[in-house]
């Protein structure tokens, strides 16, 4: 009897050999590989210089016919390709990036490939559908399973109930990170992304998607334990009702049991796992904009990309000024006499400038005549763009682009999405499609991170999705955003530029930032602030601050205001997630290096190597000998420099430096 058990064991062994499948892939430079195993699960592992650093994970899609791609998968072909080639990159951190990968597809029965990529900083993998019938898709597993207890550093969704995911889909994407172990990590509340898993030996993973496009954004749990993060994905509106914020929102009253509908074959997000042996490799990576759709604009020549004056942040506040300030045209006057004196390109009327409560954008409040304030600024070369509540944009999006594109509007700053179901991301390609259609530009604030809409549409040059300095308004001492800028560089960032909105004249020292909800301040220096201009990738960059504090600091504005917000080559010199990092950027023959640290003061040496052979003149914003108590004291510096010079720079607690290099 127990010969037959054995050799019955030894016949389920050689079984299940034969109906595995295994293949391999391997990054260019060899220093990845992925083993991707076709069995009763489709799953994947990713090796990094030989170790394992994430275990055999399970992928699949469930559908609404009973299909379950990736569960005893029937193989029909393979087929391999290497692709090394440029890919243009306008309005980004460099005019043009490499796109260097192996690609490994799997085409199963029943009309369905999964597509794998191997770069020399990532791992990827999409499910691609051919069937021409419409379904559903019911769920999908995308599951990240690390061999050991490995230290994850993760915003969670900072609204709704614990355990209850239904009311945490409902969130602004909003908050700061969470470094702790896996095991430790709140099994209660969901993720969203990007997050970075630390793999040991200086290995990272930072796990993101790119090309969302009309299917809801993945959110990360770690409900299921056992070093493991599983995703989860709002279900399809069945029911929504006006609401929220001013009544600009959309509530979900009622969801569908599956997450997506698909009605032709089409490609799906791409799931990553960026992996890096450095920390200033992790804040270059440039995969999210790499996998994402060309671009299905032709002609690019009429998106200005620049810098904004800022009216929400400051409160509207102006002083030596003989008019009462707030949302009118005097107002709104000499912040476009303010933009066109120091060359910045656009105002932007936020939030007040509709009637409240309307949710109708052609409804203007009677202290504002638009079209006097577009004529006043374009006299004066300064663009009008204006902000729109989510559901007032969404509900007449085709009108009011028409009207405004041709009163002048250069156009809009829509906000309040504050979901990535099916519906909401589908909302944010036909909003960048339609503006583009009357030659607008978008900004696309209260919304999820980016995902490669930037490279599809070019004309949205920006996203929120990160804690950026209007918390500052409100925010508790006890929120440390200094330690959150070194943090972002290395995980928010890596998805793509951020409505981060810089530029506080007002800088409070370590102890000394309050909330101040009219005359707000940063926390750190005021150099950080200036640093930050460069650090931050932001084709549409705010400055924050009111132009009266900007006209008391000439230096500083006249800085920021040179700062150029595209690039046509970006370079990490150095960082370390959540301590510090210097990047350097080069716009035609100019260099700007930018640098910041936590609340640890930091001596940090600039490597000029990357210069050419010339003798250039720098001149440096850097942290004052008093910096450390008083946040806006500086100085300033001009020196000659060559390739071949280390520059020596101390940084205060919560400080920074900013170079200019021409």
């Not at 069995?39 to 170790?51: A, E, F, K, P, S």
Request: aromatic share 12%; charged share 25%; glycine share 6%.
């Amino acid at each position: 009897m127990k010969k037959l058990t054995v050799l019955l064991m030894c016949v389920c062994c050689v079984f299940t050999a034969q109906a595995q499948k295994q293949f391999t892939l391997n990054s260019p430079g060899g220093n990845l590989q992925t083993t991707i195993t076709i069995g009763d699960q489709l799953t994947y592992d990713i090796t990094c210089d030989g170790r394992q650093i994430l275990a055999p994970s399970p992928i699949a899609m469930s559908l609404d016919n009973g299909e379950v791609w990736g569960e005893k998968a029937k193989l029909s072909g393979t087929s391999r390709k290497s692709v090394d080639r440029m890919v243009s990159s306008p309005f980004y951190r460099a005019n043009e990036l490499r796109d260097h990968y192996n690609e490994l597809t799997l085409r199963f029965k029943k009309d369905w490939n999964v597509e794998f990529r191997a770069y020399d900083d990532g791992i990827v993998y999409r499910f691609v559908s051919r069937a021409k019938k419409p379904f559903n898709v019911l769920d999908e597993i995308v599951d990240y399973q690390f061999p050991f207890d490995a230290v994850a550093s993760v915003p969670y969704v900072n609204r709704g109930k614990d355990g209850d995911y239904e009311s945490q889909f409902f969130n602004s994407f909003e908050n700061t990170y969470v470094t702790n172990n896996l095991s430790k990590q709140n099994k209660k509340r969901l993720m969203f992304l990007p997050l970075v898993v630390e793999a040991g030996d200086g290995v990272k993973i930072c796990i993101t998607e790119s090309d969302l496009e009309n299917y809801p954004g993945l959110f990360l749990s770690a409900a299921k334990g056992e070093n493991r993060l599983s995703g989860k994905f709002a279900p399809y509106p069945k029911r929504t009702v006006q609401g929220g914020h001013n009544k600009l929102q959309m509530l979900v009253a009622e969801r569908e049991d599956y997450i997506a509908k698909v009605d032709k074959p089409r490609s799906f997000p791409w799931r990553m796992a960026i992996v890096t042996t450095s920390d200033k490799d992790l804040a270059s990576s440039n995969l999210s904009y790499l996998l994402a759709a060309p671009s299905r604009l032709s002609d690019l020549s009429w998106i200005k990309p620049g810098k904004v004056a800022w009216d929400w942040w400051n409160a509207w506040n102006l002083d030596s000024v003989d008019f009462a300030t707030g949302v009118n045209n005097a107002t709104y006057k000499a912040y476009i006499d303010f933009a066109s004196s120091k060359g910045i390109e656009y105002v932007i009327l936020d939030e007040g400038w509709a009637v409240n409560l309307k949710a109708d954008l052609m409804q203007v409040v009677k202290d504002i005549d638009l079209k006097e304030l577009v004529d006043y600024a374009a006299d004066r070369n300064v663009g009008i763009i204006l902000w729109a509540g989510y559901y007032a944009f969404e509900r007449d999006m085709e009108n009011v682009c028409r009207h405004y594109a041709a009163m002048g509007v250069k156009g809009f700053k829509v906000d309040f999405m504050d979901r990535d179901d099916q519906e909401m991301t589908a909302f944010n390609y036909r909003a960048a499609e339609t503006c583009a259609k009357y030659k607008m530009i978008l900004d696309l604030h209260g919304t999820h991170k980016p995902a490669g809409l930037n490279r599809t549409y070019p004309n949205v040059l920006n996203f929120e999705g990160v804690n950026g300095l209007e918390q500052m308004k409100w925010s508790p001492a006890s929120l440390d955003q200094v330690k959150y800028d070194v943090m972002i560089p290395f995980i928010r960032q890596v998805s793509g530029p951020m409505d981060y909105t810089q530029g506080a004249m007002r800088n409070a020292s370590k102890g000394n930032y309050y909330p101040c909800n009219s005359e707000p301040m940063s926390q750190g220096t005021r150099c950080r602030q200036l640093a930050l201009y460069v650090v931050f990738e932001s084709p549409f960059n705010m400055l924050c601050d009111n132009p009266s504090n900007y006209m008391r600091e000439p230096e500083s504005t006249d800085f920021i205001a040179a700062i150029p917000t595209v690039w046509d080559e970006s370079i990490v010199l150095d960082g370390k997630m959540g301590e510090y990092i210097v990047t350097a950027r080069r716009k035609g023959d100019v260099w700007y290096i930018g640098g910041i640290t936590d609340w640890t003061a930091r001596d940090i040496e600039v490597d000029c190597s990357f210069l050419g052979d010339k003798a250039y003149n720098a001149t440096l914003f850097k942290d004052g000998v008093n910096a450390h108590r008083v946040g806006r004291d500086y100085k300033r510096e001009s020196f000659s420099v060559k390739k071949d010079s280390k520059l020596k720079i101390h940084l205060a607690p919560g400080g920074g430096f900013a170079l200019q290099i021409k």
